[in-house]
């Protein structure tokens, strides 16, 4: 079998938070709040998520662990099911996911596979991206236009089937 080397890029614009407009610093705020809501007693890392409706609402999400592992569910998709649940067919128009945990990096803070694969279907349903905002504490703010730039090798379903998206 011969392996071939692949170079996979991740866009991602470090910015400043105060750089942002004040609609992205309020979502952030609201993460951040939601974040001191979570339950997070085995990981002791907690992340809290913030959702922006096109109608303005913002859905707010905090993870929630279970003994009985993997019964507990990641801030992100907590606020965007919660989303899908409370305006079901309205567009996100973008989504802030941060954590107060001392282990977060700041450079590298990323959501897990299954909430990148969750925040992209969110994408394919709507027809259009969602802006993501990442960060660790109160450190450097992590920027993205579409959750397709967190998975090089994506896979969506259309027409009933399974396709690959490339970026």
Not at 12 to 24: F, G, K, Q, R, S
Not at 48 to 65: L, T
Not at 76 to 84: D, I, K, L, N
């Amino acid at each position: 079998m011969k392996y071939e080397e692949m170079e996979v890029k991740c866009f991602l614009t470090p910015t400043d938070a105060l750089d942002l407009p004040e609609i992205d610093q309020f979502l952030l705020k609201k993460a951040h709040e939601a974040a001191s809501k979570a339950y997070a007693p085995y990981s002791g890392f907690q992340v809290g998520s913030a959702v922006r409706m096109k109608s303005g609402q913002i859905v707010v999400g905090s993870n929630q662990e279970n003994m009985a592992y993997p019964s507990g569910l990641c801030g992100e998709r907590v606020a965007v099911f919660a989303a899908g649940a409370q305006f079901p067919g309205e567009k996100i128009e973008a989504v802030a996911i941060v954590s107060p945990s001392p282990v977060a990096v700041p450079s590298a803070f990323l959501p897990c596979g299954g909430c990148r694969q969750v925040l992209l279907e969110a994408e394919s349903r709507q027809e259009g991206s969602i802006r993501l905002l990442l960060q660790a504490r109160d450190e450097v703010v992590l920027v993205s236009n579409s959750a397709i730039n967190l998975v090089p090798f994506a896979f969506t379903v259309e027409d009933g089937g399974l396709s690959s998206v490339h970026s």
